[in-house]
């Protein structure tokens, strides 16, 4: 059955510092694989998509299809990069989305 | 182009009632799915329309239900509220598409929170 894991619910850095957040799937074909994210009091919305290998705000994400994973990562964070973070996968036009991580980037 | 549009945006009910949430899509975009989003939970899906058909199911109980117009606005519905169903109701729609014509993304409405009394 298709999951995805983030395994850390909150995420705290200080400005500058590298970040990442860890996203793991279960899928057992080729997946289609996003990052979405919701700042406070804004809807959620696309941050990327695997497809388009495209660098967004400075984040990037590498699918790896050995380790079933598809972390998003940034290597100087800032602090308007607070905010909620979620990976998800699409298989058959159904959406499956993890649990969230709560990212705080710390002056 | 306008987003995603949900009413309303916010509404109270008590045990027992019923309430209906709508959504209407971005022009064009003949998907719309549902999302409940809670704070322990969170985002969890609930089904997702396609051409007025439910083309897929979350795992949630037959009091949740929904339903697409030929425009393609769509409704949910949560008949004998509990307690355990406040939550921020998430519309979203999409374009579709094969797998990697960027045609598969999500565009989300603002949401409907729900607040059980």
């Known amino acids: 059955a298709q999951r995805v894991t983030q395994p850390e619910k909150l995420l705290s850095v200080f400005k500058g510092a590298p970040v990442e957040l860890k996203c793991n799937y279960s899928y057992s074909g080729s997946p289609e694989l996003f990052w979405y994210v919701q700042y406070s009091r804004q809807r959620l919305q696309l941050l990327l998509r695997h497809i388009s290998r495209e660098s967004i705000k400075g984040f990037t994400a590498d699918l790896n299809k050995g380790e079933t994973s598809f972390h998003l990562k940034k290597p100087f964070a800032q602090e308007e990069d607070s905010a909620m973070y979620y990976c998800a996968l699409m298989s058959f036009n159904k959406f499956y989305f993890g649990s969230g991580t709560k990212l705080n980037v710390k002056p | 182009k306008a ?41 969890q899906f609930l089904f997702e329309y396609f051409s007025e058909t439910q083309r897929n199911k979350g795992n949630f109980p037959g009091r949740f239900s929904g339903r697409q117009f030929s ?10 509220l509990e307690l355990g169903d406040s939550a921020l109701y998430l519309c979203a729609s999409s374009g579709y598409g094969p797998i990697g014509s960027g045609a598969n993304v999500l565009t989300f409405g603002a949401g409907s929170r729900l607040t059980v009394l």
């Open chain 2, 3 to 43: 987003g995603v549009t949900q009413t309303p945006r916010y509404l109270i009910k008590t045990r027992g009632q019923q309430v209906t949430l709508s959504c209407s899509p971005i022009s064009g975009h003949r998907s719309v799915s549902w999302y409940q989003q809670t704070p322990g939970q969170g985002l």
């Open chain 2, 71 to 80: 425009n393609s606005r769509s409704e949910m519905n949560v008949s004998t």
